[in-house]
């Protein structure tokens, strides 16, 4: 034996797998991997009560336990992939692919790839495709040319090579390229909308309240005023027309001669209004130790929060720096497991490497503003911020009963979604929209990658109310603005908008997306 006198803090990791119910992990669980910056509260806290009897000693005698407090707290880095699984838990709800499948082979001689299902994909669909050993198989952006239904998804401008690829790979849905002429521009109403007499809007998975990129890197890809280009916030979907209410500047009718409009699009993640798509998750998540004896370096101590439900996820953007994320669960129990036990079996999945967001250059649009129903591009009520942030809280609280040590389960509260934001001032419209209890809309949106493989994650909160709005004022600096911000349903402003807070990721974006 040869017994370690400590672990350093670089010794531990921490991972997660879901589990089927409450506190019961599957047969088989998948363990995915986190890279926390740092832990808050991380395991059992237990509750003993000492017996003070009225004696002569004036002493207490001996305690028992009565209670114990499961919960684990971290901060980690926001990267393009890292959270959004874990995010479900928060959101109490799934993501929302457009089109996502695991292919089965790939073709040289036809360019295609066979897949078990073709849901979620029509010709014109742009797809990404990753994971493949020869990465001529992992094209970007390409529009799709054929589906054979549950069978074939054939592609443009690829030249694929035969193979039959691991269980990483995955083809997603990113965007659609609509046909030469067919997407046209109409300003005339309220609200701008694109129109088309052959693409069936409906069919490209989008929902009220998300964001889409509009244009390509290609000459033909976009609009020729720059005003129809880029972020668009979707206000609803008909069968030929595509309406929108936010825009980076107010639209002009267009008609789209000659043009195949690329749209771009990501999977969303939203709070859901409908009970039957309200989703609880729970997890448990495993912090390994390091090893006691390191004479058997293997033989891996861990500790484990059981029945973990995520109750509140603070988004952090400050000024000339990276956005990490402050993520806490309640939990049902804890438990931990010696190096000679082991940790827990299942599949262990590798880490994906991926660069955090910084918040210097890594921001293609912080927005806000006044929604009145009547503009898609609203004057913005400040032009540069200090910092903001965003928090989700799910007001959990742990089920006591007696006979139970811990707790037998957790009641969720209200959906709460708030934040603050440090604005530079400029004028009077902030403390006024303040003051007037405004209908307030804020956007966040976040693109990075190197060109031609750009990626991002928008967030959007359809109505907030602001509170503060008091300057700070100090010698010899810029003034600044503090501002409170409670959100609430969309459905103040605009019934499609049911949600609170909707993400949106985006697995691949054109250049020009990032501003």
């Known amino acids: 034996m040869a017994t370690v006198n400590k672990i350093d803090s670089n010794a531990t990791g921490l991972s997660y797998a879901e589990e089927d119910s409450l506190g019961v992990l599957p047969v088989t669980p998948d363990w995915k991997p986190l890279e926390p910056n740092s832990y808050n509260d991380f395991g059992g806290q237990v509750v003993t009560i000492a017996r003070n009897p009225i004696n002569a000693s004036r002493q207490r005698k001996k305690g028992v336990i009565t209670d114990k407090d499961a919960s684990g707290g971290i901060n980690t880095d926001l990267t393009q992939t890292n959270l959004q699984d874990i995010l479900q838990g928060f959101f109490f709800a799934d993501l929302r692919p457009k089109g996502e499948e695991v292919p089965t082979d790939a073709t040289a001689t036809t360019d295609l790839y066979d897949v078990a299902s073709t849901t979620g994909f029509q010709v014109g669909d742009l797809i990404n495709v990753t994971g493949f050993v020869d990465d001529a198989n992992n094209v970007v952006a390409e529009p799709i040319t054929a589906v054979v239904v549950d069978t074939t998804i054939e592609v443009l401008g690829a030249t694929l090579v035969t193979e039959t690829p691991p269980a990483t790979a995955k083809i997603v849905n990113v965007g659609h390229e609509a046909g030469s002429a067919d997407i046209d521009v109409d300003a005339s109403g309220t609200f701008p909308a694109y129109t088309s007499t052959v693409l069936d809007f409906t069919t490209l998975g989008l929902v009220p309240g998300e964001w889409i990129f509009v244009g390509g890197d290609g000459a033909s890809q976009d609009f020729v005023n720059a005003e129809n280009n880029g972020w668009k916030r979707v206000k609803s979907i008909a069968a030929n027309t595509l309406t929108v209410d936010k825009s980076e500047s107010t639209m002009v009718t267009e008609t789209g001669t000659g043009l195949e409009i690329h749209f771009y699009f990501g999977r969303v993640l939203k709070n859901e209004s409908d009970p039957t798509l309200i989703t609880r998750r729970s997890y448990n998540l495993e912090r390994t130790l390091g090893a006691p004896d390191d004479a058997l370096p293997s033989q891996i101590q861990s500790q484990y929060i059981v029945g973990a439900v995520g109750n509140t996820a603070q988004f952090n953007i400050p000024s000339a720096n990276k956005l990490s994320t402050d993520l806490a669960f309640v939990g049902i129990d804890s438990e931990t497991r010696s190096g000679a036990t082991g940790v827990k079996s299942g599949n262990r999945e590798s880490l994906v490497e991926a660069d955090a967001f910084n918040t210097s250059s890594d921001f293609s649009r912080i927005k806000l503003a006044a929604y009145d129903g009547t503009t898609e591009a609203p004057t913005d009520l400040f032009a540069f911020v200090q910092e903001v942030t965003i928090s989700i809280n799910n007001n959990l609280s742990p089920n006591k009963a007696v006979g139970t040590l811990g707790a037998f389960e957790v009641t969720a509260g209200t959906f709460e979604v708030s934040g603050n934001i440090t604005a530079y001032f400029g004028d009077v419209a902030a403390i006024e929209a303040v003051e007037a209890n405004t209908d307030i809309t804020l956007d966040v949106i976040m693109v990075a990658g190197a060109t031609g493989a750009k990626a991002g994650i928008a967030f959007d909160m359809p109505l907030i109310t602001l509170g503060d709005?008091?300057?700070?004022?100090?010698?010899?600096?810029?003034?600044?603005?503090?501002?409170?911000?409670?959100?609430?349903?969309?459905?103040?402003?605009?019934?499609?908008?049911?949600?609170?807070?909707?993400?949106?990721?985006?697995?691949?974006?054109?250049?020009?997306?990032?501003?």
Do not use: C, K
Request: glycine share 6%; charged share 15%.
């Open 469 to 515: 709005g008091r300057p700070n004022v100090e010698q010899d600096q810029p003034i600044t603005l503090p501002l409170t911000t409670d959100a609430a349903t969309g459905a103040g402003v605009d019934s499609n908008m049911d949600h609170t807070l909707l993400m949106s990721f985006f697995d691949y974006l054109p250049n020009a997306a990032d501003a």
